[in-house]
């Protein structure tokens, strides 16, 4: 599994204006929901279903949301930088702005934690975090995404 | 004249250049007690220093006030809470443990060695106890923090297992040379004695250290002296009373050390150096002792039972002992391998000697070339084996500049120091807590008792209770840089306790089979580990492991979930880090 199966170049979001958690769920649910074809309103809610298990606020001004959708094809990615760093109740308490959404069908079971892991394996890599906040262009930000994944393994 | 001056000079001469090796084990990582054990050897009568020291009395004499030294010391720095959380699992390693492992190691010692019955039990017990001195150096020196709860058990079952040890082996001695009666109920009557006698006159003992310190206004200067002293003298009365005065010693310093002391802070400096002393001796002396010509014969016995200690002996006796406390595969195996012997083995191979047991060189010899063995071979391996197993707890807070002033009257209060880390907490904006306010800071060289916020550098002086101290810690030192380890050991996301085994299935879709749909995660945890429960322990639940991320006051306050749990863990996370290092020769592959 590995990031360049998750999203594609459509799927980034470089620069992506929200106040609150809930403003950038809404406004990443609405993303993805145009991506996969499906409601708004249902992504959103699957999104704030898994939240309320407990924050995807990772830490280190990264979060991963994410959760399970019946009507899904494939495992679908959308990944966003903030412009102004946002509340996300993160474990450290730090404020967020690289956001990495995952949506996985009803029936993706190990492919959905396999995704996950590696996407939360990333972006604890802090080298690749700086340079995903010093870019502001969706093509060079899909780029370092999905740039030699064997590096970034440990 | 000339004589003692000799002697004075050799004698101050070996332990200045044991502290000076200290700098040598410390840059490689070289099991330091070896390297003393390797002076005396250097030093002695086959070495360059060519002394010839055959006094075994003396040498007795020496080691065992070392050791009783050494014991005290080691269960003044064991906490009451580790020493009941690791109790029961320790003490069955240290009594049947030990009873196992001498009896497994005699097999082979009596059918591959020839030796008689009595002869091959006594070569089990030399080599049943591990060391504290040498285990305690390697898990506290080793700056490495290993989990609770393995730590606790190594370190209660090495103070503990001496003293099992010793009675065998003195009650052995006495049946090959035939001295007293012997019958199975005067041995068991003298095992009661011993050990009862050990546990009243250790807590005897610690009592009185602790009203002697405490109610007497002696000079600070004297204070140590008499804790050490009165730790020596229960050490000598119980055994002149029948009782196991390394047992007493042991437990008067848990008791002694779990206690407010006044001058704590200048008595656990002074215990320190003793301890240390007291290693340098004990070891060196042991070494100038060994004759190494002696020992190419021996070579393949003492082998052969290293062999047979390491492998099969300790692991069966851990295996057997553990199983029934609930520790896990890795915890057990790690264990095993940790059961280091050191001076204790070497010690109680004095013994037949001194009691006139025929051959009985060769006690020594062999307890002494296992000994060599096993320092070499697990001392170590411990610190790679314990990150390969993932039992390694990354500390909270990176290194920590920080000075300890005792107050003289004050036992529950102290005055600490910090130099204020550019990294740390506080100066990243952290709010002190209201306890933790400064008395005075030095800034740029001057002192100020309203120095307004505080900045990276500032000298901060401030009193706090002993126990608060770790904490300040975690405020004024360097926050290391542990997201990396942090996943590995606390899971990819954190989770609320209380959301149930329902909503975690459906959440991941996990199987999850056997699991009630309502218990909760908190619950979950209780379940299986009941009152042991701690930071970092692992629930395997299919695909995921859950893990306790956080805890206050015993209830587990944030549980993390590890996705993807087997990298972090053994081969799997060397080729992860062989990767990172050699990226063209996995690229390809990958």
Known sequence: MEIIDLISPESVVPNLRATSKKQALQELARRAADLVGLPERTVFDVLLDRERLGTTGVGNGIAIPHGKLPDLNRLHGLFARLEKPINFDSIDEQPVDLIFLLLAP????????????????????????EKLRGTDSAEGLYALLTDNPATRAA | MDSINLLILVCAGLAVAAVFTSVLAFRFGAPLLLLFLGLGLAAGVDGLGGIDFSDT????????????????????????????????????????????TTALVALPGRYLLHLSWSEALLLGTLLSSTDAAALFFLLRTGGITIRDRVRSTLEVESGSNDPMAIFLTLTLVTLLTGQQASGPWQILGRFILAGGGGVGMGLLGGWLIIAVVNRLRLDPGLT????????????????????????????????????????????????????????????????????????????????????????????LAVFLCLTPFGFGKRERVFVAWVGLRGAVSILLGLVPLLQGVPQAGRFFDIAFLVVVASLLVQGWTVRPLARWLGLIVPDKTGPVDRMEVDLPGLADREMVAYVLHPDSAVAQGRPLPRWARPILVRRAGRLSSTPGPLQAGDRVFLLAAPHQVPLLDGLFGRVRDQAETEAGLYGDFAMTPDITVAALRDAYGLGLPALPDALTLAELFRREFRQDLELGDRLHLGPVDLIVRDMTDGRITSVGIALDPSPPVGWERLKLRLEARFPRLFGAAS
């Open chain 1, 106 to 129: 009803e029936s993706a079971g190990a492919d959905h934690l396999k995704a996950l892991a590696r996407v939360s394996r990333l972006l604890r890599d802090k080298a690749v975090c």
């Open chain 2, 224 to 315: 140590p002296v008499a804790v050490m002293g009165l730790a020596a003298a229960v050490f000598g009365l119980t055994n002149l009373l029948g009782g196991s005065g390394f047992l007493a010693a042991y437990l008067a310093g848990l008791l002694a050390g779990n206690a407010k002391l006044q001058g704590g802070g200048g008595l656990r400096r002074f215990q320190d150096g003793i301890t240390w002393l007291a290693q340098i001796a004990m070891f060196v002396t042991l070494g100038l002792l060994a004759t190494p010509s002696q020992f190419p014969a021996l070579l393949g016995a003492a082998a052969l039972l290293a062999a047979v200690l390491t492998f099969v002996a300790r692991p």
């Open chain 2, 57 to 100: 009395h003396t040498a007795f004499l020496i080691g065992s006030a070392a050791l009783a030294l050494i014991l005290f010391d080691s269960g003044y720095h064991t906490s009451l809470k580790s020493y009941r959380q690791a109790a029961a699992p320790a003490i069955t390693l240290a009594t049947l443990g030990v009873l196992v």
